[in-house]
């Protein structure tokens, strides 16, 4: 409710506060207000279901301080005007599908103490500096094409993610070069201790024994084919 004091102005009923509950999301954490004051600035638009770009006219809103659209299906880029809301303090745009880059320009915005952009499509370098330099993983996750300071993903020369090198392949040639190696190390070692040997039993006379093993193994196989045929 409201009154009219005596130079004709509204103002609310106990003074600087209104009475009425209301749960509001700032700075990645839900507070319960049980009296709300009259410059509250505060703009929460989170779990419904708006979708296309995000409305220019927030730019005019100069003195918010909490902004919260998250969790709809807003699309297209991060409006540039954003840079107008330098009272701004918490930002959360998260569960969207934005995409695009990060402006630069929110670099202006060094009152905001909370950003919030992940699981959207964005992709490119991080912006750093100023409070972007404050802001860690979790503002970005969920967003597999961006780069930069403080993911570990590093950018290349045109400002994208970086392919990741192929070590699996790396691994599997060098393994099987491995492989290969002591195969033919086998093989050689194997041919070189057959021929001494060999060597070493036909000089000294001695393979007398494996001839005669010979011989009778095939006298053996006749006498069995005789009397099958006998037989």
Not at 83 to 92: H, I, P
Not at 183 to 211: D, E, H, N, R
Not at 221 to 228: G, L, M, P
Request: charged share 20%; aromatic share 10%; hydrophobic share 35%.
């Amino acid at each position: 409710m409201k009154n009219v004091d005596e130079q004709g102005r509204l103002e609310y009923m106990g003074g600087a506060f209104y009475d009425g509950s209301i749960t509001v999301a700032m700075k990645g954490h839900d507070f319960q207000l049980q009296k709300i004051l009259v410059v509250f600035r505060s703009m929460d638009f989170s779990s419904n279901r708006f979708h296309g770009e995000i409305p220019e006219v927030l730019r005019n809103f100069k003195s918010l301080k909490v902004l919260n659209l998250s969790h709809n299906s807003l699309t297209c880029n991060i409006p540039v005007s954003f840079e107008n809301m330098t009272a701004l303090e918490s930002l959360d745009l998260s569960f969207n599908k934005l995409d695009g880059r990060i402006p630069e320009q929110l670099l202006s915005v060094t009152a905001l103490a909370l950003l919030n952009l992940s699981y959207n499509r964005l992709w490119g370098r991080i912006p750093r500096g100023n409070q972007f330099n404050t802001f860690e993983n979790d503002s970005y996750i969920g967003n597999i094409h961006l780069c930069g300071e403080p993911l570990t993903v590093r950018c290349s020369n045109d400002g994208l993610p970086e392919a990741p090198p192929l070590v699996s392949s790396d691994h599997d040639e060098t393994a099987s070069r491995f492989d290969w190696k002591m195969a033919k190390m086998g093989y050689a070692s194997g041919l070189v201790i057959g021929l001494s040997i060999g060597y070493m039993g036909f000089s000294t006379g001695k393979p007398q024994w494996f001839v005669r093993m010979v011989e009778g193994d095939q006298q053996k196989n006749v006498r069995r084919a005789r009397r099958r045929h006998r037989g």
